[in-house]
T-cell receptor, first 115, second 116 residues
């Protein structure tokens, strides 16, 4: 079975400070990992993905995520937060060998960047 | 590319009425997903199609919900009869799955449904 956990419902950070949104996963084989962002009244937007290769993945809007196999984590990071980064963030996973199945999404973490 | 297109963007209806939500996936994508999002339950997968064929509808909450994909460029989600607890934002997403590779899902803007 595949699953993903986002342990924090809410993350607050001051503008200009680094931010981290946590994600851990569970799959039988190798994971495909994704981060999405949802701004108010919008659909989910793809940020970045890890399929294979370099453990540090860079994505849109200055975000990056680090795949850590031993800790089964894929935390989203940004060196300097902007107020405009305030949104709902979803981590998603799929097992490499699960066939053509959908992504499994976490419950989401609401990021609030305070000026 | 215009992305995933959903219509209507907003729907307000009365309990008992039929509601039809529409989705046009990204051209060339062969998988389509319907999700529902509420504050209480978060993002829920309702049903998904591969090559226009429904693969898993276990997320459809009740028989009042049905979905079709008559061709590669169009899908509908129908609720009949609608109830107030169906009020939510419904998202359609599409992706390209081919030859063992896996690409990200692209989401539409959603349809906000309010059932009075």
């Amino acid at each position: 079975a595949q699953s993903v956990a986002q342990p924090e419902d809410q993350v607050n950070v001051a503008e200009g400070n680094p931010l981290t949104v946590k994600c851990t996963y569970s799959v039988s084989g190798n994971p495909y990992l994704f981060w999405y962002v949802q701004y108010p009244n919008r659909g989910l937007q793809f940020l970045l993905k890890y399929i294979t290769g370099d453990n540090l993945v860079k994505g849109s809007y200055g975000f990056e995520a680090e795949f850590n196999k031993s800790q089964t984590s894929f935390h989203l990071k940004k060196p300097s937060a902007l107020v405009s980064d305030s949104a709902l963030y979803f981590c998603a996973v799929r097992d490499q060998y699960s066939g053509n199945t959908p992504l499994v999404f976490g419950k989401g973490t609401r990021l609030s960047v305070i000026a | 590319d215009a992305g995933v297109i959903q219509s209507p963007r907003h729907e307000v209806t009365e309990m008992g009425q039929e509601v039809t939500l529409r989705c046009k996936p990204i051209s060339g994508h062969n998988s389509l997903f319907w999700y529902r999002q509420t504050m209480m339950r978060g993002l829920e997968l309702l049903i998904y199609f591969n090559n226009n064929v429904p693969i898993d509808d276990s997320g459809m909450p009740e028989d009042r919900f049905s979905a079709k994909m008559p061709n590669a460029s169009f899908s509908t989600l129908k609720i009949q009869p609608s109830e107030p607890r169906d009020s939510a934002v419904y998202f359609c997403a599409s992706s390209l799955m081919a030859g063992g590779s896996y690409n990200e899902q692209f989401f539409g803007p959603g349809t906000r449904l309010t059932v009075l």
